[in-house]
């Protein structure tokens, strides 16, 4: 009786013996998970807190703006904004526009967009602002509205991409701003707006034929930057017209970074990102996103200067009809520039931009290979005007010395009549 009383207490005892381990392993496991989850977020903050905009912003460029028209986002995205916390959205220096970090206080911002009173247009990611800088530089704001299609995620996209990603064909952001509960992105101004603008507004000036050429030069050294010249390597997944801003010069910049991602295969479905007429088939059947998939959207601008026609207006049945004779595309051709472009160039630009679109991805070119294309395409077209232009100041030399001969001959003709009548 004894015996078994003894073993009932061992039992007994190393039950709660293993219990009480057991609980040792699970609450220690708990309290690890949550020390590594809250390093890895002060990580993260702090990185993103000393993110080094300034280096790229205020004084290196003096035009820019932002998007200024709406995107059709196919799925929105799947993440859910939080409540503001005490992190490096908070975080601000006592002088903003003097800071290193590009981080400004939206009091700062209150003032250098005069209580946001000069709004520019309205984008995805909410209303565009223009603002003048103490330093006198104006800039371009875009505020993330409440009910924005891009949300935080974005927001937090664009910001960390293009703090590290600097090209001449790429938005300058200058900085932005995580205060009083606002996210708001700061870009240089871009005084002749957006393509999209310029190509479809009856009221803007004309596009010439040169300047679609280099405008169109211009986004592919911009895309090849990315493919090519970033490390990791960054897909777009929103080219479109009107994400392609214009300098004073009208040079040509690519904007717009909130549905970008680096070209890392995660095994994640993010969803169906992008705007209706620019996405790549492919994209839809399979959700994949690939740089070809890039080169599909480029492929549809590149339509976009040759035709002037938006891509809800049809564009793609268009381009099709076309293909469909060799010189198709006169027929489709902007009848702003007929008669200034040669219709060689014309083909030779829409054979490139159907490549691009072809429907196998991996058949479409590298964007180095399109640059190449485009930019043999604006060398002949710059060497037949430069000949023309030496033709006509020859023409122009030839007919003023003939007219100098004449008028010389005609004096000796009257002195010698004078001589003759004395």
Same mark, same amino acid.
């Given at each position: 009786?004894? *015996?078994? @009383? =003894?073993?009932?207490?061992i039992g007994v005892s190393v039950g709660i013996a293993f219990g009480v381990l057991i609980a040792s392993l699970v609450f220690f496991g708990v309290r690890w998970y949550k020390r590594r989850a809250n390093l890895q977020r002060c990580a993260n903050e702090s990185s993103?807190?000393? +993110?080094?905009?300034?280096?790229?912003g205020v004084g290196t460029s003096f035009d820019i703006s932002a998007s200024l028209s709406n995107s059709v986002v196919v799925k929105g995205s799947d993440y859910t904004s939080k409540n503001l916390q005490h992190s490096w959205w908070t975080h601000h220096s006592k =002088?903003?526009?003097?800071?290193? /970090?590009?981080?400004?206080?939206? !009091?700062?911002?209150?003032?250098?967009?005069?209580?946001? &009173?000069?709004? +520019?247009?309205?984008?995805?990611?909410?209303?565009?602002?223009?603002?003048?800088?103490?330093?006198?530089?104006?800039?371009?704001?875009?505020?993330?509205?409440?009910?924005?299609?891009?949300?935080?995620?974005?927001?937090?996209?664009?910001?960390?991409?293009?703090? #590290?990603? *600097?090209?001449?064909?790429?938005?300058?952001?200058?900085?932005?701003?995580?205060?009083?509960?606002?996210?708001?992105?700061?870009?240089?101004?871009?005084?002749?707006?957006? +393509?999209?603008?310029?190509?479809?507004?009856?009221?803007?000036?004309?596009?010439?034929?040169?300047?679609?050429?280099?405008?169109?030069?211009?986004?592919? *050294?911009?895309?090849?930057?990315?493919?090519?010249?970033?490390?990791?390597?960054?897909?777009?997944?929103?080219?479109?017209?009107?994400?392609?801003?214009?300098?004073?010069?009208? #040079?040509?910049?690519?904007?717009?970074?909130?549905?970008?991602?680096? %070209?890392?295969?995660?095994?994640?479905?993010?969803?169906?990102?992008? &705007?209706?007429?620019?996405? =790549?088939?492919?994209?839809?059947? @399979?959700?994949?996103? @690939?740089?070809? /998939? =890039?080169?599909?959207?480029?492929?549809?601008? +590149?339509?976009?200067?040759?035709?002037?026609?938006?891509? *809800?207006?049809?564009?793609?049945?268009?381009?099709?009809?076309?293909?469909?004779?060799?010189?198709?595309?006169?027929?489709?051709? %902007?009848? $702003?520039?007929?008669?200034?472009?040669?219709?060689?160039?014309?083909?030779?630009?829409?054979?490139?931009?159907? !490549?691009?679109?072809?429907?196998?991805?991996?058949?479409?070119?590298?964007?180095?290979?399109?640059?190449?294309?485009?930019? $043999?395409? $604006?060398?002949?077209?710059? &060497?037949?005007?430069?000949?023309?232009?030496?033709?006509?100041?020859?023409?122009?030399?030839?007919?003023? #010395?003939?007219?100098?001969?004449?008028?010389?001959?005609?004096?000796?003709? @009257? &002195?010698?009549?004078? $001589?003759? /009548?004395?």
């Amino acid at each position: 009786m004894v *015996h078994n @009383t =003894d073993l009932v207490i061992i039992g007994v005892s190393v039950g709660i013996a293993f219990g009480v381990l057991i609980a040792s392993l699970v609450f220690f496991g708990v309290r690890w998970y949550k020390r590594r989850a809250n390093l890895q977020r002060c990580a993260n903050e702090s990185s993103l807190a000393t +993110l080094p905009i300034r280096a790229n912003g205020v004084g290196t460029s003096f035009d820019i703006s932002a998007s200024l028209s709406n995107s059709v986002v196919v799925k929105g995205s799947d993440y859910t904004s939080k409540n503001l916390q005490h992190s490096w959205w908070t975080h601000h220096s006592k =002088d903003p526009f003097a800071s290193a /970090s590009g981080i400004y206080s939206y !009091k700062d911002i209150q003032r250098a967009t005069q209580n946001f &009173t000069t709004i +520019l247009g309205q984008g995805s990611f909410g209303p565009v602002y223009k603002a003048i800088m103490p330093s006198g530089d104006v800039v371009a704001v875009k505020v993330l509205s409440s009910n924005s299609k891009q949300g935080e995620k974005e927001f937090h996209t664009e910001v960390s991409l293009l703090a #590290r990603l *600097h090209h001449r064909n790429l938005v300058n952001l200058i900085g932005y701003c995580v205060d009083k509960g606002q996210r708001i992105l700061i870009y240089e101004f871009m005084s002749n707006g957006s +393509l999209a603008n310029l190509l479809y507004n009856e009221d803007g000036q004309a596009l010439s034929w040169e300047e679609r050429l280099q405008i169109a030069l211009d986004i592919s *050294h911009g895309i090849e930057y990315l493919h090519d010249g970033a490390v990791p390597p960054v897909i777009h997944r929103d080219l479109k017209s009107a994400n392609i801003l214009l300098d004073h010069s009208m #040079r040509a910049k690519v904007a717009d970074f909130g549905l970008s991602k680096v %070209d890392v295969f995660d095994g994640r479905n993010s969803g169906l990102k992008g &705007t209706y007429g620019y996405i =790549d088939p492919v994209y839809i059947s @399979t959700n994949k996103f @690939t740089m070809k /998939s =890039d080169i599909y959207s480029f492929g549809v601008i +590149l339509f976009e200067l040759i035709t002037a026609i938006h891509p *809800h207006q049809n564009l793609m049945e268009y381009v099709n009809l076309a293909a469909m004779s060799p010189d198709g595309v006169d027929e489709i051709l %902007d009848e $702003k520039v007929i008669g200034t472009c040669n219709p060689d160039d014309a083909r030779s630009l829409a054979s490139i931009a159907h !490549k691009c679109l072809h429907k196998t991805p991996r058949k479409r070119p590298s964007i180095g290979e399109v640059s190449q294309a485009i930019l $043999k395409i $604006k060398q002949r077209h710059r &060497t037949r005007d430069d000949t023309m232009s030496f033709a006509g100041e020859d023409f122009s030399r030839v007919a003023s #010395r003939i007219e100098q001969q004449q008028f010389e001959l005609t004096n000796i003709v @009257t &002195t010698i009549a004078e $001589k003759i /009548s004395c």
